[in-house]
């Protein structure tokens, strides 16, 4: 069993920085590819990128490319997800998951509680 926990959400004005950590427990978890999602009031949940269980690949979706950056430290079973430059759009509860790699909510088992992330000014 895995449990994820995220936190580093915040409010931000346009074009600023964040950095989303995302703490797992359970000694499964480095079996797992982590991916983080996000869900903007009304709307559906969205993948945002992904990293492969051993960390070497990762993948985006096509909004954040050049922005944002996923990384994991399998040493400390912690994940982190990079945002620069940010925009309104970008605005959203994070969450982080772990589970098969894929770009939908179905394929992962694990999830977190979600942390807000508001870009405004």
């Known amino acids: 069993q895995v449990q994820l926990g995220e936190s580093g959400g915040g409010l931000v004005q346009p074009g600023g920085s964040l950095r989303l950590s995302c703490a797992a427990t359970?000694?499964?978890?480095?079996?797992?590819?982590v991916a983080w999602f996000r869900q903007a009031p009304g709307k559906e949940r969205e993948w945002v990128a992904v990293?492969?269980?051993?960390?070497?690949?990762?993948y985006y979706t096509d909004s954040v490319k050049g922005r944002f950056t996923i990384s994991r430290d399998t040493s400390k079973n912690t994940a982190e997800l990079r945002m620069n430059s940010l925009r309104p759009e970008d605005t959203a509860v994070y969450y982080c998951?772990?589970?098969?790699?894929?770009?939908?909510?179905?394929?992962?088992?694990?999830w977190g509680q979600g942390t807000q992330v508001t870009v405004s000014s």
């Open positions: 359970g000694d499964t978890f480095n079996r797992y590819a």
């Open positions: 998951a772990a589970g098969s790699g894929t770009t939908y909510p179905g394929g992962y088992d694990f």
């Open positions: 990293i492969s269980w051993s960390g070497t690949t990762t």
